[in-house]
């Protein structure tokens, strides 16, 4: 039902992305147990993420909710995110939540 | 039944995200009665202790820092296998009030595998400073867990979860998971796994089946391993599981695993919506300003360099004073023993000598050591406790990477400055084994404090003064350099694989607490001291004897000069004949039988080289100073060789037995040894015979 409406949105790389952008986080080109751990940190898709820091070609500083995790660039190509402007990360993860619910 | 409680001896396990404070509210549980434990086989530490409360005894253990239960690391394996196997009467989660949900994620986990939780709500101050209000009673209610806010590094609320552990191992009861719903897919897949393992409902006494059921549609891999070890109907329960996923993922359009991360983080995030309310925007904190400074492109590395040389001005100067100090004692003690206790010159192997020479000397070096290796440790504790630690990891990783290494690296090689020992137990921070091991492997690189004393030994003898502070720190710029090559060239052939990818969460800056840099200096202080008391003293008997033994005849000692009898004594003992034996090889290098003795002493422990030169050259005689008598005797070159051998060759005993435990096997320690004396040999060969070659060329021509 509202999954569309944030698809139109280009798709760039984490690593990609500028310098204080707020960007949802659409996908991660990585291994099983990489990916875990990323979501148990709070980087999972759906999560909006805040660009810190990101000067190539060191590592990034992102965001997630209160906390800042540093990230390896190599890392932040694989992350595939889509720059969003008005909407919170919370309701972005209840869009996904809903999307799932029966 | 003693007291009003249930029980006299409650089993407490605290876990919770790394940085949240954990073992500041441990600390404050267990007070100074704690001792640190290695998990059996595995090498992931587990700090116990015990405390008395209202008459029942507490048993603390303070589980490795984890983000999630899902066997990822090992630190998680090993928090998991506790929980499980364990089954302590309550799991204290303390939670980062100001991260909440992301910190929530583990305690949904806890919940899910049936622990007695009981949720410490920590740091509420900088969530409040952040203008976060958070009722946390209708946290409870909404999880079914009980909250208390505290403050650790304050103490705040400390006595109320004492209160609540006994309250909540009174009632005995266990959490229902129910609370979390999956949804109709996920629960009709978990209902039917959960009816073929109860099937064999005795197997799975201390494993929750829906955990199990749950844990199988995530494709852990431990579960399934454990399925198929203990289940009758493994075939029948895995099928299920896999037609599960699939039909999960044909539904849901994405795996299964994500389906129920997303259920546990949107029951989460309900959660946090209902009971946080946030009075001020957080743009710009205070910690991300000094990040904007500290991470900086330009300036990271040069405040990275900055920290680094401060670090060591305070090893090196401040640390001088006490060291000075015990050094004294011990040199007044011995002096005192010599004079006051006679015993024959002509008989060296008597207990005085045993006393003095053996276990003073050689377990006395080490203690000298202690003062600068412990400014060290605090330094770095400091920079941990702070946060810096890991913006110096982020700063350093893309250098790293280049190198074959990893930005966690930094870590282990900067405490190598101080104890290798210590060191290649902090590898643990890096995650990817191959990684970790080549870091293991270069740590001996970084000269450590051992090594300082036949550095300063060495250029005092064969320098002019002008250079020696040059020459000192050359020889530790040097190891880091040839650290970094040997990581290359093991990356690129034994270690061959791709780059782990750096992820590392970058904690806020904190002010330290006294107390907490107290505990992390002597944690690391006392692995050093434990290689003294144990390694070392040991070592020292045994070399005390073997350079004493075979004493000459009585006769011949009698003839001899009293100021050369102890060269004598060691020409003749079994340590003397192994360097004569030697002598071939170590001419190569422009060394002799004697220095091939204190070389020997050197591969126990590198702190004995000093001491046995001294026990070859007998400590002060004819007016001259060791360091005078070494420089008459050997050319520059063989000197500059000398040093570069004791930069590279033969980690230290404590080390290669830390190096089997660490890295699992003798092969590893083996291949260490071995790869690093060759090394360091061949160097110094290089180095004399090319240096001497260049010298007659240049006199020549």
């Known amino acids: 039902m509202t999954e569309t409406k944030h698809v139109e949105a280009e798709l760039t790389s984490l690593a990609a992305a500028r310098e204080g952008a707020n960007v949802r986080m659409v996908s991660a080109d990585c291994g099983r147990g990489l990916c875990a751990r990323l979501a148990s940190m709070g980087m999972r898709p759906g999560m909006t993420l805040r660009v810190i820091k990101s000067a190539p070609p060191g590592p990034l500083v992102v965001a997630v909710g209160n906390a800042r995790i540093g990230i390896g660039r190599g890392m932040a190509f694989k992350i595939m995110v889509a720059e969003e402007t008005s909407r919170g990360g919370a309701a972005q993860a209840r869009d996904k939540t809903d999307k799932l619910r029966d | 039944m003693t007291g009003p409680y249930m029980t006299d001896r409650i089993r407490v396990a605290l876990t919770g995200n790394p940085n949240s404070g954990k073992s500041t509210i441990f600390n404050h549980l267990a007070g100074a009665r704690q001792h640190v434990a290695n998990y059996p086989g595995v090498t992931v530490e587990v700090t116990q202790g015990t405390a008395t409360y209202e008459g029942v005894r ?82 409870s209610e909404l999880t079914g867990v009980t909250f208390v806010p505290t403050v650790g590094h304050r103490g705040t609320g400390i006595d109320t979860l004492r209160k609540k552990i006994l309250h909540e191992a009174g009632t005995g009861r266990r959490i229902s998971a129910e609370s979390i719903r999956y949804g109709r897919d996920v629960g009709t897949e978990i209902t039917a796994l959960e009816s ?11 494993y929750p089946t829906r955990w199990l059921a749950l844990s199988l549609l995530e494709e852990d891999s431990e579960v399934i391993e454990l399925i198929e070890r203990k289940a009758p109907n493994a075939d029948e329960i895995l099928s299920q599981a896999a037609k599960g996923i699939e039909r999960i993922h044909a539904v849901a359009g994405s795996s299964a695993e994500t389906v129920i991360a997303d259920r546990r983080y949107g029951f989460i995030s309900g959660a946090c919506q209902e009971s946080i309310k946030s009075s001020v925007e957080t743009r710009h904190i205070f910690s991300d300003k000094i990040d904007l400074i500290v991470t900086h492109r330009v300036l990271g590395l040069p405040i990275l360099l900055a920290l680094m040389y401060i670090v060591f001005y305070l090893t090196f100067n401040i640390a001088a004073y006490p060291s000075e100090l015990i050094e004294d004692g011990l040199v007044e003690l011995s002096d005192y023993a010599r004079t006051a206790w006679q015993a024959d010159p002509l008989q060296p192997l008597n207990i005085r000598s045993l006393l003095v020479d053996g276990i003073l000397a050689g377990v006395g070096g080490v203690v000298v050591f202690l003062p600068p290796i412990m400014v060290l440790f605090m330094a770095i504790a400091a920079l941990e406790d702070t946060g810096y630690m890991a913006r110096a990891a982020f700063v350093t990783d893309h250098l790293m990477h280049k190198m074959g290494l990893h930005g966690k690296s930094f870590i282990p090689m900067l405490v190598g400055f101080g104890c290798s020992v210590p060191a290649i137990m902090a590898t643990r921070i890096v995650e990817n084994r191959r990684d970790r091991l080549t870091t293991m492997l270069i740590v001996p690189l970084m000269s450590c404090g051992g090594k300082y004393p036949a550095y300063a030994l060495l250029v005092a003898a064969f320098f002019p003064l002008a250079w020696r502070g040059a020459m000192l720190w050359f020889i530790y710029i040097f190891g880091a350099v040839l650290a970094v090559l040997a990581a290359k060239l093991l990356k690129s052939t034994l270690l061959r694989g791709e780059a782990h990818p750096f992820v590392m969460e970058l904690p806020p800056y904190r002010m330290p607490t006294f107390k907490g840099l107290l505990i992390h200096t002597w944690e690391r202080s006392w692995l050093f001291l434990k290689k003294a008391g144990t390694v070392i003293f040991a070592v020292s008997i045994v070399l005390w004897f073997f350079t004493n033994w075979p004493s000459p005849p009585r006769e011949e000692l009698a003839q001899a000069d009293p100021s050369e009898i102890r060269a004598a004594v060691l020409e003749h003992s079994v340590v003397g004949r192994v360097g004569k034996t030697l002598e071939p090889a170590l001419e190569m290098a422009g060394f002799d039988w004697k220095l091939g003795t204190a070389l020997i002493g050197a591969s126990m422990a590198k702190e004995v080289f000093v001491a046995q030169m001294g026990i070859i050259y007998g400590f002060g005689e004819e007016g001259r100073s060791l360091a005078e008598q070494i420089g008459g005797d050997y050319s520059v070159l063989a000197g500059f060789a000398l040093l570069l051998f004791t930069l590279i060759a033969s980690p230290c005993i404590a080390t290669v037995i830390i190096m089997r435990r660490e890295s699992g096997s003798w092969r590893w320690a083996a291949f260490q040894w071995l790869a690093l004396t060759a090394g360091g040999f061949v160097l110094a060969v290089v180095v004399f015979q090319g240096g001497g070659l260049l010298q007659a060329l240049w006199t020549g021509g």
């Open chain 2, 58 to 139: 507490l048993d603390l253990v303070d589980l490795p820092g984890t983000y999630s239960l899902s066997a990822y690391s090992p630190e998680e394996r090993v928090a998991r296998d506790y929980l499980l196997k364990e089954k302590p009467d309550v799991v204290i989660a303390i939670v980062d009030a100001s991260n909440l949900e992301r910190n929530l994620y583990l305690v949904v986990q806890l919940i899910e595998l049936g622990m007695p939780v009981l949720v410490a709500l920590n740091m509420m101050d900088i969530a409040e400073r952040r203008g976060l209000s958070i009722d946390h009673q209708r946290l």
């Open chain 2, 196 to 206: 073929l393992l109860d099937e064999h409902a005795g197997l799975w006494e201390e």
